[in-house]
């Protein structure tokens, strides 16, 4: 079976930075996606980690470690609009789904 | 830019009636997933289709729900009758490549809300 486990809800400050956490268990692993979700909208793809190591796009940056199941989504100089749900999914690989973790509620505060 | 299609944007509907949402997917991709999403919950996978056949359709509730793609585009997810619980958004994405290796493409979701 896949297990996704992400912290629920985090607060932080704009203009500072913050990092969700996700830690998975999946019986086999091509892939590792982040979501930004906003409230009552469909989910938008972030990100994509495959191997080790770190990716970066402007702001976003998400880091695997595939020997750990483990993963996480910094987000730099958090602005108002990052307020959002993010969800951690992970692709099993073949034509497995594509299991998706429950998601964590950033609140981001003036 | 392309994007996935749903429709009905938001379906209210009393228990025991019948609903059905449908799903345009991007032009050429092979696979359309059908997600449930409760409130304060992650997307849960109903059914995944590729091309016309059902790849996977295990967490589908086949007494209630049912869904199809004739001709490999197009798909709809039924659900006869509803239940207060199956209030939820419903998200159909899809995705280019034959298998699991790329990202997903969501529509704007359907939200159901039943009486």
């Known amino acids: 079976g896949q297990n996704i486990d992400q912290p629920t809800e985090m607060t932080a400050t704009e203009g500072a930075i913050v990092q969700i956490n996700c830690t998975y268990q999946?019986?086999?692993?091509?892939?590792l996606f982040w979501y930004q979700q906003h409230a009552g909208e469909a989910p938008t793809f972030l990100s994509y980690n495959v191997l080790d190591g770190l990716e970066e796009k402007g702001r976003f940056s998400s880091f695997l470690s595939r020997s750990k199941g483990y993963s996480y989504l910094l987000l730099k100089e958090l602005q108002m609009k990052d307020s959002a749900s993010y969800l951690c999914a992970v692709n099993p690989g073949g034509y497995q789904k594509v299991t998706f973790g429950t998601g964590t509620k950033l609140q981001v505060i003036p | 830019e392309a994007e996935v299609a749903q429709s009905p944007r938001y379906k209210i509907t009393e228990k025991s009636q019948a609903v059905a949402f449908w799903c345009d997917p991007i032009s050429g991709h092979a696979t359309l997933y059908w997600y449930r999403q409760i409130l304060g919950q992650g997307p849960e996978l109903l059914v995944q289709f590729q091309d016309e056949s059902v790849v996977d359709d295990s967490q589908l509730p086949k007494d209630r729900f049912s869904a199809e793609r004739l001709k490999g585009v197009d798909s709809t997810l039924k659900i006869q009758p509803a239940e207060l619980g199956d209030s939820a958004m419903y998200l159909c994405?899809?995705?280019?490549?034959?298998?699991?290796?790329?990202?997903?493409?969501f529509g704007e979701g359907s939200r159901l809300t039943v009486l």
């Open positions: 994405a899809s995705s280019p490549r034959s298998r699991n290796t790329g990202e997903l493409f």
């Open positions: 999946t019986s086999g692993f091509n892939g």
